[in-house]
T-cell receptor
Framework: NAGVTQTPKFQVLKTGQSMTLQCAQDMNHNSMYWYRQDPGMGLRLIYYSASEGTTDKGEVPNGYNVSRLNKREFSLRLESAAPSQTSVYFC???????????FGPGTRLTVT | KQEVTQIPAALSVPEGENLVLNCSFTDSAIYNLQWFRQDPGKGLTSLLLIQSSQREQTSGRLNASLDKSSGRSTLYIAASQPGDSATYLCASIWGGSYIPTFGRGTSLIVHP
């Protein structure tokens, strides 16, 4: 069981570039989440998907889009990257909404 | 907006000591509270999840309690070991929400 996997592990972008962060889980979980972690700000929820076919905004959704591709995969897209989006991004999953969450190893993104 | 506070921000103890980490929250209408561990450069690992109807949860040397009336949760670590060194975070979800609020964590060092 790999749990929650994320690609890439590291990424450097120039302002205005776009990219997609990939996340997959092999635990047959229904719910998936995208967070960002910033020094002094803690972890904040960007978007979540309570079940396949649904997505909802979290605390800080501006500048991001998500796709729940199937039950296993949940991607996060930055259409036009900004320096304020420099952060560590974590994907997580849980068996059901508001359940125990299992995190991936993170993607460290720098936007210059 | 609900807030979650963890004090102290950092703690250093000798090996073998029993210790308590604190997490306080502003609204007693809590749905659940989760404790996580984060090692440097890694994702979060869920340690314990307490539902609002529960008073405590135990896993090995860890015991987490929940007191809604006082707005507090504590994580008790028995017989601490150097391998327990990490940052410990708590996160709460409130009754009508699906968005967790994270504390900023307590950085624990257990020295031999």
């Amino acid at each position: 069981n790999a749990g929650v996997t994320q690609t890439p592990k590291f990424q450097v972008l120039k302002t205005g570039q776009s990219m997609t962060l990939q996340c997959a889980q092999d635990m047959n979980h229904n719910s998936m989440y995208w967070y960002r972690q910033d020094p002094g700000m803690g972890l904040r929820l960007i978007y979540y998907s309570a079940s396949e076919g649904t997505t909802d905004k979290g605390e800080v959704p501006n500048g991001y889009n998500v796709s729940r591709l199937n039950k296993r995969e949940f991607s996060l897209r930055l259409e036009s990257a900004a320096p304020s989006q420099t952060s560590v991004y974590f994907c997580a999953s849980s068996e059901s909404e508001r359940g125990r969450e299992y995190f991936g190893p993170g993607t460290r993104l720098t936007v210059t | 907006k609900q807030e979650v506070t963890q004090i102290p921000a950092a703690l250093s103890v000798p090996e073998g000591e029993n210790l308590v980490l604190n997490c306080s929250f502003t609204d007693s209408a809590i749905y659940n509270l989760q404790w996580f561990r984060q090692d440097p450069g890694k994702g979060l690992t869920s340690l314990l999840l307490i539902q609002s109807s529960q008073r405590e949860q135990t896993s090995g040397r860890l015991n987490a309690s929940l007191d809604k009336s006082s707005g507090r949760s504590t994580l008790y670590i028995a017989a601490s070991q150097p391998g327990d060194s990490a940052t410990y975070l708590c996160a709460s979800i409130w009754g009508g929400s699906y968005i967790p609020t994270f504390g900023r964590g307590t950085s624990l060092i257990v020295h031999p």
